[in-house]
T-cell receptor
Framework: GENVEQHPSTLSVQEGDSAVIKCTYS??????FPWYKQELGKRPQLIID?????GEKKDQRIAVTLNKTAKHFSLHITETQPEDSAVYFC????????????FGKGTHLIIQP | NAGVTQTPKFQVLKTGQSMTLQCAQD?????MSWYRQDPGMGLRLIHY???????DQGEVPNGYNVSRSTTEDFPLRLLSAAPSQTSVYFC?????????????FGPGTRLTVL
């Protein structure tokens, strides 16, 4: 089955700086890579996703890059703000799709004022 | 639309008790699934369903049963609760059976087994 590794587990950045979270996956048939943000006590919320037919996707301050050859994808947040503080999860689907998502273990992003 | 809803929000059980976690969605989604979230472990898939009458096991199915009698509902049953099942449980749904469709999560049920 799919295995997703996520790094770092904790990331502390100064407000206004950029943050980068990296994930690797094992199943070469995976073709969908979403990122979820989870605030304390809340449900995971989709913030951006990328499908394997593109290498980069951007939505305002958030971008995701995908390298299918190396089997890794990354989340980039620019001009970080206090409200960006949360736990971020990357995920990948299994090649067949019906098996659901496999998640990384999460990155706790801390924005220092 | 209410989206994906779950009840109860919190539950405390004693070892050996049984209970059902409810999940419903009003988006007419074919695919529904259950995940558990433990500290430092991310979310792990318990069971999933690709439509009424069809269910299958995920990564961590032991100790849990599911059924799907309607498109809207996907309950998760704990037949004999164990302390290892203390966790936060999230139900999720997505519109299609393709693995590239967006998945939406319910608000979660926090379960403690004493």
């Amino acid at each position: 089955g799919e295995n997703v590794e996520q790094h770092p587990s904790t990331l502390s950045v100064q407000e206004g700086d950029s943050a980068v979270i990296k994930c690797t996956y094992s199943d070469s048939a995976s073709n969908y890579f979403p990122w979820y943000k989870q605030e304390l006590g809340k449900r995971p919320q989709l913030i951006i996703d990328i499908r394997s037919n593109v290498g980069e996707k951007k939505d305002q301050r958030i971008a995701v890059t995908l390298n299918k050859t190396a089997k890794h994808f990354s989340l980039h947040i620019t001009e970080t703000q206090p409200e960006d503080s949360a736990v971020y999860f990357c995920a990948a689907n299994s090649g067949g799709g019906a098996d659901g998502l496999t998640f990384g273990k999460g990155t706790h992003l801390i924005i220092q004022p | 639309n209410a989206g994906v809803t779950q009840t109860p929000k919190f539950q405390v059980l004693k070892t050996g008790q049984s209970m059902t976690l409810q999940c419903a969605q009003d988006m007419n989604h074919e695919y529904m699934s259950w995940y558990r979230q433990d500290p430092g472990m991310g979310l792990r898939l318990i069971h999933y369903s690709v439509g009424a009458g069809i269910t299958d096991q995920g990564e961590v199915p032991n100790g849990y049963n599911v059924s799907r009698s309607t498109t809207e509902d996907f309950p998760l049953r704990l037949l004999s609760a164990a302390p290892s099942q203390t966790s936060v449980y999230f139900c999720a749904s997505r519109s299609g059976l393709s693995g590239t469709d967006t998945q939406y999560f319910g608000p979660g049920t926090r379960l403690t087994v004493l």
